[in-house]
């Protein structure tokens, strides 16, 4: 599981650790709850993420109800969740 915390202003640290969590991987989870903030670049980075990972394993995002993640994510539909059995994201 990789965990998110902080603001989430730019995508590359994000994208690096998901490719590296993705690698030889059968899913990566990605724990939201800390994000205090989603900016659009988090976002395009999440977004290029799906695309190569659920190539190849699956992408889960946990995000509680009510935070900043899960308010954004729900705004550009990236499928999300409160746990992992309701955060499964497949690809478009």
């Known amino acids: 599981m ?6 989430v202003a730019a995508a590359p640290a994000l994208e690096r650790e998901l490719r590296r969590a993705s690698h ?10 800390g994000v205090t903030l989603l900016a659009s670049a988090g976002v395009a980075g999440l977004t ?6 659920t190539a190849e394993a699956g992408l889960r ?3 509680p109800p009510g935070s900043s993640a899960a308010h954004i994510l729900s705004l550009v539909r990236i499928p ?7 955060a499964t994201v497949t690809a478009d």
């Open 2 to 7: 990789l965990r998110v915390e902080g603001p």
């Open 24 to 33: 030889g991987s059968t899913g990566v989870v990605v724990d939201l709850t």
């Open 48 to 53: 290029r993420a799906r695309r190569y990972i």
């Open 61 to 63: 995002l946990i995000s």
């Open 80 to 86: 999300h969740g409160p746990d992992e059995d309701l």
